[in-house]
Every structure is written in structure tokens, then in C-alpha cells.
């Protein structure tokens, strides 16, 4: 119920709040819910998936809407590990662990079919991540700044670096993704290009991200296999 499990037989030693942004993409959200939760039992944690929707019609704002995750599941529990998944990726190994490293924050996809199996530029850090609280707090949160696709997850790569950290990568062989959502023809015919920031990340990042998150949250429902907040 809610997305939350507990493995019945022992005490986990991790509990991971998995963070979903979401705009109706159905087929892929029980496809990625078939796939993850057996996967995350068998990994004996303590769990909850979250989807976290944006109310209307709007460009959809990813980086905001898991900035307004994070300040909601946080008041659930005193979770160890926010893990920030795009909602068209599936895990092929069962040891990529759904933990977070200890010093810095992780990047978990590191190596999905869609480009691959390799990092399609050296700062990528989009797909799968895992931050503690506290690494999340300290190169505060993600931009608010971002509407439309693409471009926020430059922005934190360079925020991760700014706030004295830096990004570990889970090895390709562990990290590997399955993407549900491409066109393969399209694929083929262009190559995957960074996109351009417009965005000043070194002077804008201490003003723009968890402390000045504003939003409004509509509703809180726990569905079967999953919590979803919708927020405007």
C-alpha cells in the first residue's frame, strides 16, 4: 500500500526513497512498477516509490517537481537515500544496489542500451541518481528554474561540484538501464548531443533550489503500489 515495504523477515539496513517525476506516461509507470518492486525486495530494503505530478497543461518541470518530492517523503520518514528515477528506465542487475554512497552523490545509470551502454558525455548525471539528504541539502537541491526538457542535469553536475563534491559512478557492468520510450530510427539518425545550459549554474545555484521552493501540494494519495502527490 503506498508503494512503502518492509522486508518482513529481517531489519533492513537501508531505508530508500525512490522519487518518480511524472506527467501521464502510463505504459511505462507499470512497467517500471512490475520491474522495481520485486527488484527492490529482493534487495532487502525498506522502500517507498513516490510519483510526483504536476497539476495542468504546463512545460513540465522535472528538476522542481523532485525538489517538491524530496521536502514531501521527508516528512514521512528519516530516509537514508533519495534515489531520482526517470519513470522509462528499468534495471537489468539485480547488484546495482538502490543505496547511497556515503561521501558523494551517485550516479546510477551509467550505462543504458539507449546509448550503448556507455556515458554519452563525461558530466551526465541524468537517469538514475542517489543522494543522501544531506548532499542534496548541501548543493541545494535542484534548479527551479528549468521548464521544458532537458539541461537540468548539467546544471547539477556543475551544483554537485560547486558544493565541494563530486560524482561516483556506479560501473557499467552493474549500471545497466533498459529504455522503455525511444524511437531506435530516430536513434540511429542523430547522435546524442549535450544540450546547451542557459543557465548560470556558479551564480545562480546558492539562490535557486531548495531554498526557494515554492509549490503547492494539491493532494497525497496512496495508490496500491505507489504514493502519488500531485503539486501545482
Known sequence: PGGHY???HCFARYKSAILVA????????????????PFLQRQQLTYTIYLIQQVGTG???????????????????DWDCLVLHDVDLVPEND??????????????????????YTLPYKTFFGGVSALTPDHYMKMNGFPNTYWGDGGENDDIATR????????????????????????EETEMQEPWRRPTSQHN????????????????????????????????
Open 160 to 183: 554537485i561540484q560547486l558544493a565541494g563534491m563530486k560524482i561516483v559512478r556506479t560501473s557499467p557492468h552493474l549500471g545497466r538501464y533498459k529504455v522503455m520510450n525511444y524511437d
Open 6 to 8: 518492509r522486508p518482513p
Open 59 to 77: 512545460s513540465f518541470n522535472r528538476a522542481k517537481l523532485l525538489n517538491a518530492g524530496v521536502r514531501e517523503a521527508m516528512k514521512d520518514e
Open 95 to 116: 547488484y546495482n544496489l538502490y543505496i547511497c554512497d556515503e561521501y558523494y552523490p551517485k550516479h546510477m545509470a551509467s550505462a543504458m542500451d539507449k546509448f550503448q
Open 22 to 37: 511524472y506527467r501521464n506516461q502510463e505504459k511505462y509507470l507499470h512497467h517500471l512498477l512490475y520491474y522495481i518492486h
Open 201 to 232: 549554474t556558479r551564480k545562480t545555484w546558492k539562490a535557486d533550489g531548495m531554498n526557494s521552493l515554492q509549490f503547492r501540494l494539491l493532494s497525497r494519495i496512496k495508490h496500491p503500489l505507489y504514493t502519488k502527490i500531485t503539486v501545482d
